[in-house]
T-cell receptor
Framework: NAGVTQTPKFRVLKTGQSMTLLCAQD?????MYWYRQDPGMGLRLIHY???????AKGEVPDGYNVSRLKKQNFLLGLESAAPSQTSVYFC???????????FGSGTQLSVL | QKEVEQDPGPLSVPEGAIVSLNCTYS??????FMWYRQYSRKGPELLMY????GNKEDGRFTAQVDKSSKYISLFIRDSQPSDSATYLC????????????FGSGTQLTVLP
């Protein structure tokens, strides 16, 4: 009964390094989302996907790229990390016609 | 100005108290209103969901939506120490992707 799984849980990067965050869901959900959570800012949508092979920009997409090659996976990439990208990143998924978002447990990313 | 405003707290109450959490919003297109609960170092979990205006009750929790005032509330009766968490309001307009806009969250502590 895994639900939404995010890897890694913690990561420290140096400015300019790249990395990929992986989100996997086993509920056959069509919709997947990447959010970042910062103190006092709540959750802000970075990118989302409405189905396999599709992606779209959210509220704060700059500096991030995403891919949804398989329905169950949604990858978030940072090509050249900046200190402003220090945050907690959450992946979420939702089934068609449903309102409930299922969240992963988060990835704590620090960019030095 | 943010689309969704939420008092960040922190809010501290004694066990058994009635808790009132509130959000205001500016986008009149919002039709779906939710409350998520987030425990420390965990992903948010859906607590209550309401479509359009009205009240919804689930055990000790009551959600209210007043679209004329652009104001939503969550009431917790007989609060318990296990209710200590951050409460996030979230809302979305009609649309296939159903992108949620979150408030910044209110941190609640229920003291035994």
């Amino acid at each position: 009964n895994a639900g939404v799984t995010q890897t890694p849980k913690f990561r420290v990067l140096k400015t300019g390094q790249s990395m990929t965050l992986l989100c996997a869901q086993d509920m056959n959900h069509e919709y997947m989302y990447w959010y970042r959570q910062d103190p006092g800012m709540g959750l802000r949508l970075i990118h989302y996907s409405v189905g396999e092979g599709t992606t779209a920009k959210g509220e704060v997409p700059d500096g991030y790229n995403v891919s949804r090659l398989k329905k169950q996976n949604f990858l978030l990439g940072l090509e050249s990390a900046a200190p402003s990208q220090t945050s907690v990143y959450f992946c979420a998924s939702r089934g068609t016609g449903a309102e409930k978002l299922f969240f992963g447990s988060g990835t704590q990313l620090s960019v030095l | 100005q943010k689309e969704v405003e939420q008092d960040p707290g922190p809010l501290s109450v004694p066990e058994g108290a009635i808790v009132s959490l509130n959000c205001t919003y500016s986008n009149s297109a919002f039709q779906y209103f939710m409350w998520y609960r987030q425990y420390s170092r965990k992903g948010p979990e859906l607590l209550m969901y309401t479509y359009s205006s009205g009240n919804k009750e689930d055990g000790r929790f009551t959600a209210q939506v007043d679209k004329s005032s652009k104001y939503i509330s969550l009431f917790i009766r007989d609060s318990q120490p296990s209710d200590s968490a951050t409460y996030l309001c979230a809302m979305s307009a009609v649309g296939s992707a159903r992108q949620l806009t979150f408030g910044s969250g209110t941190q609640l502590t229920v003291l035994p």
